[in-house]
């Protein structure tokens, strides 16, 4: 079963893909893209916590930042297309 947190970054993602983007940022640097990216990255840290205990960086933190990161792609780019 897959962890809350990946489901919710999913889902932020979708959102945050389909809000347009009024910001005055340059599209070059990608911001239609990274902004919701990193955005929903937090989100999920802060609403479902990240997979492990203590307050001590591990290799799952590692693990966790890259599947959020990727699985919040995901779903910002199905957004923009839907």
């Given at each position: ?24 940022f340059?599209?070059?640097i ?53």
């Amino acid at each position: 079963m897959l962890p809350f947190s990946v489901l919710v970054a999913f889902f932020f993602g979708l959102f945050l893909g389909r809000v347009p983007d009024q910001s005055n940022f340059d599209k070059l640097i990608g911001t239609d893209l990274l902004l919701p990216i990193v955005i929903t990255m937090f989100i999920v840290k802060y609403v479902a916590g990240d997979w492990d205990t203590g307050y001590q960086w591990s290799l799952l933190d590692l693990l966790f930042w890259i599947v959020i990161a990727c699985v919040a792609s995901a779903g910002v780019i199905i957004g923009k297309r839907g």
